[in-house]
């Protein structure tokens, strides 16, 4: 026999406890041999926390849309946390993306014309000579979802979970009319957010404590995916 759905103020304050433990999470002693991917899952913890919060507010006002949304971010943090504690160099590549996508845009601009670089001492027009530089460089192309989720053995929740709420990302999903179906589907994301941030406290925590990532068996049990 099934048990009840909870209903939403239950799950909202499910959520408020998990962004709560998430955050008591990011504090907790690191084993031995201090890494580089201590502070990786402690950052990825704070995220999470903040993101569960995001849910808390659009749960209170059952904005299924943007909980749907909001769960595919989810998701994707979980592929990367999993990926990211593989190795030293993962985590850095992870840590160093937000610069690295900035320093990308800004080529992108400049290249297109809708961007100049100017000397700062004599203002003068060096874009060309700036990108001319960039170019020498050699810089490795960042790991999609997908590569990243092929490497870390769960590309079963990128075949079939991301790609599902991609598709609420992209706009390709109606909200429901219906003010009780739209109750309905705000339950099943406010569920698979709370299976999710578990998730990524459960691999945070396997390496701050353990030093290893969760077997798969395990990560499906958290996510409610063997029952």
Not at 28 to 55: C, H, I, N, W, Y
Not at 160 to 171: A, C, I, P, Q
């Amino acid at each position: 026999m099934s048990s009840p759905t909870p209903n939403i103020s239950e799950l909202v304050e499910s959520l408020k406890v998990q962004a709560v433990l998430l955050i008591q999470a990011s504090e907790m002693e690191a084993g031995e041999s201090p890494d580089v991917r201590d502070e990786f899952t402690r950052q990825q913890l704070r995220r999470a926390s903040e993101l569960v919060k995001g849910a808390v507010a659009l749960g209170a006002i059952e904005n299924s849309a943007c909980l749907g949304i909001l769960s595919r971010s989810l998701l994707e943090q979980l592929i990367t946390v999993l990926w990211g504690i593989r190795s030293v160099e993962n985590a850095e590549s992870q840590m160093g993306a937000g610069p690295a996508e900035l320093a990308k845009a800004l080529k992108m601009n400049l290249k297109a014309g809708t961007a100049k670089m100017l000397d700062r001492d004599t203002g003068e027009d060096v874009t060309a000579q700036f990108l001319e530089k960039e170019q020498a460089k050699r810089t490795r192309r960042r790991k999609s979802v997908e590569d990243q989720a092929k490497e870390a053995e769960v590309q079963d929740l990128y075949t079939v979970f991301y790609r599902l709420l991609s598709l609420e990302t992209h706009g390709h999903n109606e909200t429901p009319a219906e003010k009780a179906e739209a109750s309905a589907l705000c339950a099943t994301h406010l569920q698979g957010i709370g299976a999710i941030s578990r998730g990524i406290g459960q691999a945070c925590v396997c390496w701050l404590i353990g030093r290893q990532w969760p077997d798969n068996e395990s990560l499906r049990d958290v996510l409610g995916l063997n029952g």
